[in-house]
């Protein structure tokens, strides 16, 4: 039988927004919100958040929620996925998949996490990416990241820039990625790469080292929480969640 881990990294000393991991969304942690609803997806047989922050571990302490203290010295989320799996391997515990749920994306559909471990299958590839199509400013946000796709759903390549050149829609790439275990650990050994540190993109690191990246398309286009401004957007696009009114009461209690 094969397992499934879920990393759900997290750090308060983010450049632009510094603490949102703990910013309230509806009077609930951000950090949360992504935990509950990947608990929704019914997923993971282990889902833990990745932090290298006493603070968050203290917060993940009241509320019960596993919770491992990861290296400060980390320049992506994957190397800290990575430094996770290592940590769990050593205590007897292993995983064949692993899905890393970034924190600050808190409103993702618990389907689409499903989605995104079926992709393994459905691919045969050891490393697979959600995205969804965008149009409009988010073309020339630098804060999005684009993909460009194949006609065979691979992923070719990542940039914060406009791309396609003059184009009104695109790709969007979201923070949820799946790795097979040794795909991870690979990772983890690799040399950063020129356009990986240039563009500041994780998954640069594999398709430059010409390891292939599936892309699976997202059922709910969700953003990012880069600032303090998206905030009340997320919120304004929460407004009607059908799965907020399983998890909200437990934070707003204690």
Known sequence: MRRTLGVIPARMSSSRFPGKPLEKIFGVPMIAHCYERALLSNTCDELVIATPDKEIMDWAKKYDIPTILTSHSHERATERAAEVTKLLEQEGQFYDYILLLQGDEPQIFPNDIKELKKAFSISKS???????????????????????????????????????????????????????????????????????????IDMMRFLENDIPIFAALSSFPIIGVDNPSDIQKVESMMKNDTFLIKYKKKYLEL
């Not at 630098?142 to 820039?161: E, G, H, L, P, Y």
């Not at 795909?183 to 050994?189: D, E, F, H, K």
């Open 126 to 200: 050891d490393v697979v990416n959600l995205i969804y199509p965008i149009h409009g400013s988010d073309l020339s946000d630098a804060n999005v990241v684009k993909a460009i796709i194949t006609k065979s759903n691979k992923i070719s390549f990542f940039t914060r820039a406009h791309v396609p050149y003059g184009s009104k829609k695109g790709i969007r790439q979201l923070g949820m990625i799946g790795f097979t275990r040794d795909a991870l650990l690979n990772y983890a050994q690799l040399e950063m790469t020129e356009l990986e540190i240039l563009e500041s």
